[in-house]
């Protein structure tokens, strides 16, 4: 059985979170907003916060090379991935406690395909 939607599904989601913690790192661990070119200047924030957010930022990032690497090495066709499922499906809630709902959307479809995927070829 093929697994190229699911594939497809995670490598958007793992583009989709290296994007956004870039976005996390410049933009909120940089630059705030202000008054300052383009209405930003840089963020006077005391020492501890620019490290959450970065390891924030970081954190978003890992995830996101995680999935480019699952989608690309891991999930192969005709074969069950109930570890790679319940991992998603754990990102999936992870997201939903940060409030990532596009990574939400894309995982918990992911998940669900490939589970119901693996329950199919558990049977036959």
């Not at 699911?6 to 008054?35: A, H, N, P, V």
């Not at 996101?64 to 991935?81: A, E, P, T």
């Amino acid at each position: 059985m093929s697994r190229k939607q699911e594939r497809l599904l995670i490598k958007i989601m793992g583009i989709w979170q290296i994007i956004d913690g870039l976005i996390t790192i410049i933009y909120y661990g940089i630059f705030q907003s202000g008054s300052g070119l383009l209405g930003l200047k840089p963020a006077v924030y005391p020492s501890g916060y620019m490290l959450i957010i970065t390891g924030f930022g970081s954190l978003l990032m890992a995830l996101g090379i995680i999935n480019l690497l699952l989608s690309k090495r891991y999930i192969k066709d005709n074969q069950v991935h109930w570890q790679v499922g319940f991992f998603l499906l754990f990102e999936s809630i992870l997201s939903y406690i940060i409030l990532d709902f596009v990574s939400v959307a894309i995982g918990m479809t992911a998940t669900i395909i490939l589970l119901a995927k693996n329950k199919s070829l558990k049977v036959n």
